[in-house]
């Protein structure tokens, strides 16, 4: 496939995101303590640090050109992976963003939201969330745009996560799949934060053993959940996500534990996170 064809394809797929999972809300965008100046950018990698990827940095040229288009988000009240060029704020420029992009638009609200926390938005929604790790993933373009609506706020911002990603580094890229939570990582909210292991975008997908797929907390109990893994609802990555069916509890160590055939090899991969803040015996992953 011609690298035009395949970007353009992710791109529909992006759009299948929106339909099939919606914009991130304002409920989900409390996560993270903000910090460096209300930095996007900080934040993306405070994330990519934590699941153990290598961090990005900020393109001035994409940058410049979602700093436009979430303008244009904020100016019309529309959430928009296009730009129509009859609107106000419409840019050729912006409009090379939108196609690229995971958006936010906070409709008119008494709070003005952090850029940041549009991060932390992202995050809370596994599809999304994907694409902000992607481990190729090497440069962004990150727009943020608040404008007050009388006594509320308008808030939008754009990410593109496609212009600098590098699909034929994926073949070398040696710690597949990712994953997130990542092994050892404490401090995760206790809510019911979805569990995602993904491999590369443009590989097959993994067969899954549901009966051997499983969270545990720390007593060895059960968590029950429910398992997601058909790529089709979940933007084309190849992934398994697990989502807790009631809050995870606060304080307590859990086990994710993953077994399925990839590439015609059976994989078992199994590590520990936390909602507490004592740190996890580091262990090897199983399957790797």
């Not at 035009?4 to 992006?14: H, K, M, Q």
């Not at 969330?129 to 745009?145: E, F, I, K, N």
């Not at 808030?155 to 996560?161: K, S």
């Not at 070398?172 to 491999?199: D, H, M």
Request: aromatic share 10%; proline share 8%; net charge negative.
């Amino acid at each position: 496939m011609k690298k035009i064809d395949f970007i353009l394809l992710i791109l529909a797929l992006i759009g299948t995101i929106v339909l099939a999972l919606g914009y991130p809300t304002l409920a989900s965008a409390q996560l993270h303590p903000q910090e460096e100046d209300n930095n996007g950018l900080w934040t993306i990698n405070t994330y990519r640090e934590q699941a153990g990827v290598a961090p990005v940095v900020g393109d001035p040229i994409l940058t410049s050109q979602c700093a436009l288009h979430a303008a244009y988000m904020v100016e019309n009240r529309e959430a928009s992976l296009t730009e129509d060029e009859a609107k106000n704020a419409y840019s050729a420029d912006g409009s090379l963003c939108a196609g690229n992009a995971l958006i936010y638009l906070l409709p008119p609200n008494p709070q003005s939201i952090q850029a940041g926390q549009t991060v932390d938005a992202w995050m809370n929604s596994p599809t999304h969330r994907m694409w902000l790790l992607y481990p190729t993933l090497a440069a962004v373009g990150y727009g943020y745009q608040t404008s007050q609506a009388g006594e509320k706020w308008v808030t939008g911002a754009a990410l593109d996560v496609l212009s600098g990603i590098d699909f034929h580094a994926d073949s070398i890229y040696p710690n597949w799949p990712a994953r997130y939570p990542a092994s050892g990582q404490i401090g995760l909210p206790a809510e019911k934060l979805p569990i995602s292991i993904w491999w590369p975008y443009a590989g097959p997908t993994p067969a899954i053993n549901l009966n051997l797929t499983t969270l545990t907390s720390q007593t060895g109990a059960k968590v029950a959940v429910t398992i997601e893994h058909d790529p089709a609802t979940y933007g084309g990555h190849k992934h398994i996500t697990l989502i807790p069916n009631q809050p995870l509890a606060y304080d307590i160590i859990y086990t994710v534990h993953v077994e399925g055939v990839y590439m015609n090899d059976a994989f078992s991969y199994e590590w520990k996170f936390s909602t507490g803040t004592t740190p996890i015996p580091m262990e090897t992953p199983e399957g790797e």
